[in-house]
């Protein structure tokens, strides 16, 4: 897909599949997706009822250890069980899930995840390019624009703008 036809579904809602006709019964099944402004604001909706944890990627990046403790305790919270760390699986989760190790890992046994260019036919890798994703250099001026115009209140809300 194209970074154009990429924005344009991130902005818009779009729906997929809905053909009657075919074989498999995934593609009969009509699915709708919103933007991505509507779907982050319908998660917002399972804050009162206390089932809401927002996690940005940044957050991941930027503070791994803190971030996987808020999502273990939020699981625990959920399942109402009692939540003790154990710092040695703890470090080890974070060690073996570092991201040249999953793209290492990827290359050696395949990910069932990654998709082929229909252009090249060649695999793309999902463990693409990780912390070192400049998505400044990748997105043009119009699209940037596009995206924080459609989305500048949520944008705003997340720190981005």
């Known amino acids: 897909m194209s970074v154009d036809d990429a924005a344009d579904q991130l902005v818009n809602s ?4 809905g053909d009657l006709t075919s074989e498999k019964p995934s593609d009969r099944t009509k699915v709708y997706l919103g933007s991505w402004g509507s779907n982050f604001n319908s998660w917002k909706s399972l804050k009162t009822p206390g089932k809401y944890l927002l996690i940005k990627y940044e957050d991941l990046i930027s503070n791994k250890k803190e971030t996987f403790l808020n999502i273990l305790e939020f ?5 109402k069980v009692r939540f003790v760390v154990d710092n040695t699986k703890l470090e080890n989760v974070i060690t073996s ?17 990654s998709k082929i260019d229909k252009k090249t036919g060649k695999k793309i890798p999902f463990f693409n390019l990780g912390e070192n994703n400049k998505w400044e250099n990748s997105l043009n001026s ?10 500048e209140k949520e944008m ?3 720190g981005y703008l």
């Open 14 to 17: 779009i729906n997929m599949g």
């Open 75 to 79: 699981i625990h919270k959920l399942q």
């Open 97 to 113: 899930t570092n991201f040249k190790i999953m793209q290492n890992l990827e290359k050696e046994k395949g990910f069932i995840e």
């Open 142 to 151: 119009e699209i940037v624009k596009k995206i924080e115009n459609t989305f």
């Open 156 to 158: 705003l809300e997340l």
